[in-house]
């Protein structure tokens, strides 16, 4: 059998009403900086790629799109629905990571203390669910 081709994430894709909100969240919450704006004509929408080290978020805001459905915006509820769920991130300690977010208006969905994982479910200025996760296992 032939081994598949080797590949490496690149970026997650997020859309939001207002993409200077969402630039703005991403900036005073979570450390992004602006990388890239662009208009994507074909969809009639503006992106933005968003860095924080090895990391990178795409934000769009497309002109008269579906706002996101409150079940979406809820970590337990979003399971019951098919497709993407969140992106998830890695952090070292989920208390200080926790003071640090609500300090600067983070609307904090789940946190989650279990056997298998300490980790926490933020919304974003749209409401699209980020986890953060300490420990597994």
Known sequence: MQSSPDFTFHHGGLS?????EGIAWYRDVLGFELELRIP?????????Y???GLLRIELFEVKDATPLPADRRDPIRDLKTHGTKHLA???DDLDAFLEHV???GADVALVIRETVT???FLRDSAG???????RWR
Request: hydrophobic share 50%; net charge neutral.
């Open 16 to 20: 939001v009403p207002n993409l200077d």
């Open 40 to 48: 994507f004509p074909p969809a009639n929408a503006e992106l933005a």
């Open 50 to 52: 968003l860095v924080k």
């Open 89 to 91: 991130f890695k952090v």
């Open 102 to 104: 609500r300090a600067r």
């Open 118 to 120: 300490d980790a926490c």
């Open 128 to 134: 699209n669910l980020l986890e953060f996760i300490c």
